[in-house]
Antibody
Framework: QVHLVQSGPEVKKPGASVKVSCKASGYTFTSDGFSWVRQAPGQGLEYMGWISAHNGKTNYAEKFEGRVTMSTDTSTDTAYMEVRALRSDDTAIYFC?????????????WGQGTLVTVSS | DIQMTQSPSSLSASVGDTVSITCRASEDSSNYINWYQHKPGKAPNLLIYGAFSLQSGVPSRFSARRSGTDFTLTISSLQPEDFATYYCQQTYSSPFTFGQGTRVEIK
């Protein structure tokens, strides 16, 4: 069965960068893609963008364009999401999700989430 | 961007009740609408995809319908494990926006 396992919690200072990983198993990695979604404390789900694991094509929400980079490594079946120039309002749980291009871009499997805390 | 306006923001209900949550899309989203259940400390869980289709393994007490740009999730006979926050999402055009969420609480 499909599993997405994310890296552990991170604490960063403002201005730093963070890179979160999402290791996939249980399916053909390059058949779909990954989306990243975050949830700030007390807030709802916020879509950040997606990447195709087949060809590396990306699509970022305008809010994150230029500050976020999504990537994949097909040799390890792992997706990555890097956020640069961190601010306190980037404190959130970051989720990866498989985006199923064959089924209306549905986010059908999710990782367990990675807490990123930005604090001086 | 397509905005998803979800209501209510919260509701209180008892075990056995039937509840409905509605999302209104700001423009046509075809049937590219998904519904997720999210519990604190857990990964969101896909319930409904393609506006109407029940994800494998999801109980049949969850159902969904569409009327124009209004999409409704109904939970029949609420069970204790159904108390959670529910989100709609459109994946018709990027950015793939979520509704604001509906918290279903125990009365």
């Amino acid at each position: 069965q499909v599993h997405l396992v994310q890296s552990g919690p991170e604490v960063k200072k403002p201005g730093a960068s963070v890179k979160v990983s999402c290791k996939a198993s249980g399916y053909t990695f390059t058949s779909d893609g990954f989306s990243w979604v975050r949830q700030a404390p007390g807030q709802g789900l916020e879509y950040m963008g997606w990447i195709s694991a087949h060809n590396g094509k990306t699509n970022y929400a305008e809010k994150f364009e230029g500050r976020v980079t999504m990537s994949t490594d097909t040799s390890t079946d792992t997706a990555y999401m890097e956020v640069r120039a961190l601010r306190s309002d980037d404190t959130a749980i970051y989720f990866c999700a498989r985006i199923n291009f064959r089924n209306r871009f549905t986010f059908d499997y999710w990782g367990q989430g990675t807490l990123v805390t930005v604090s001086s | 961007d397509i905005q998803m306006t979800q209501s209510p923001s919260s509701l209180s209900a008892s075990v056995g009740d039937t509840v409905s949550i509605t999302c209104r899309a700001s423009e046509d989203s075809s049937n590219y609408i998904n519904w997720y259940q999210h519990k604190p400390g857990k990964a969101p869980n896909l319930l409904i995809y393609g506006a109407f289709s029940l994800q494998s393994g999801v109980p049949s007490r969850f159902s969904a319908r569409r009327s124009g740009t209004d999409f409704t999730l109904t939970i029949s006979s609420l069970q204790p494990e159904d108390f959670a926050t529910y989100y709609c999402q459109q994946t018709y055009s990027s950015p793939f926006t979520f509704g604001q969420g509906t918290r279903v609480e125990i009365k």
